[in-house]
């Protein structure tokens, strides 16, 4: 059975960068040959690609760790390794690409074919060609390959409808879509019903088309969370003109007319920019008796605020002359893509290179460049360790440890490594 799923909550690192080669030319008839160690491949990045054919986010619900491939070690003779080659996942178009731990939006998939970095491989190691100068004609220092870039994100898709169907429980939006499209949503006559968003495409006798979505019912309160909540409203925000559903006839003893204001109140207090799109009133359940008197009422109330068309979703009656006025409206109706300012988050950037905090006698230093330069190192090497010790002077870290009052003997620990102060 099909399973619509919108979330997903994922992993993803980019490949590690290979390691710099230590190496040396040893050539008949060239004496005392240079460093000819390669530099290390990057590693391989996480892609995210957008793909108009895909409509959930349901691979992403059995795996959620993908790391990228890791880049080959340099080799002699100048020999740079591979590149780790890319992983490419396929998305659904339409879904927005979260930080899940600060809220940050990283990427915004609106278009097929889309692509978009998620997690960068690391940069190579540079082998000890690399290192070579007048002052130093045979380094034996060589880097390790960057660790990549990893994260955990946090996936929305947000539908890419030109039609969105709201409405109240029960009022027949899957029976009007499954009448004017292909869709053939679950219909029933109980509360709730559709629990998943059904896309149709509505097509015209002229050739003219458009999508049209069935979203979820909504109950008073949703902007908040109440009922489904967010699972419907999220699938608004994209929609270029949305259709107020209303069951005209009163039954269940509803008032149509509170209806319309609450569903109007809702999306008004979920996004103010969502309520400034056009709409049209459906007034459906029109072959009930009682839907006559609720419609003249009804017309009164909105007066020239709105387009009223009365339908019967059961009969089919007014629905075509609905559907050419939705492709009379749309052409002049802006395409929704980029999300409302709102809804982006700017990450605050620290100017602080590094920090340091004390346990005992431990030291811990924490920052993203040293903690990098940590695992750049090969710290069996002796002409590496010399030039991490250099790093940490000209970083200020060597001088602040001293500030902080750390002594002979004292520990030292750095992205989970830890070494000896003398």
Known sequence: MFKFYDQAKIYVKGGDGGAGAVAFRREKYVPEGGPSGGDGGRGGNIIFMGDEGLRTLVDFRYQRHYKGNRGEHGQAKNCSGRSGEDIVLRIPVGTVVLDDGTGETIADITEHGQRVVVAAGGRGGRGNARFMSNTNK?????????????????LELKLLADVGL???????KSTIISQVSAARPKIADYHFTTLIPNLGVVELEDGQSFVIADIPGLIEGAHSGAGLGHEF???????????????????????PFEDLRIIEEEIRLYSPELALRPVIIVANKMDIP????????LKEAVG?????????????????????RIAQLLPDTPEIINLPVDHLVT??????????????DLFMVVGKE?????????FEREASVYRFQNILKAMG?????????????DKVEIAGVRFDWV
């Open 290 to 297: 009682s839907a006559e008197g609720h419609l003249q009422r």
């Open 233 to 255: 409203l999220r699938h608004t925000e994209r929609t270029r003109l949305l259709l107020h559903v209303l069951d005209i006839s009163g039954s269940e003893e509803r008032d």
């Open 347 to 360: 990450k605050a950037q620290s100017d602080k290179r590094f920090e340091i905090f004390k346990e005992d």
């Open 397 to 409: 870290i060597d001088e602040a440890l001293r500030v902080q009052g750390i002594k002979e003997g």
């Open 304 to 324: 020239d605020r709105h387009e009223i068309f009365p339908v019967s979703a059961a009969t089919g009656e007014g629905l075509k002359a609905l559907m050419y």
């Open 370 to 378: 040293i903690e990098k330069h940590v695992k750049m190192t090969f």
């Open 166 to 172: 709201v409405g109240f429980p029960n009022v027949g």
């Open 138 to 154: 045979a380094p034996t220092l060589a880097e390790n390959g960057a660790p990549g870039a990893e994260n955990w994100l946090r």
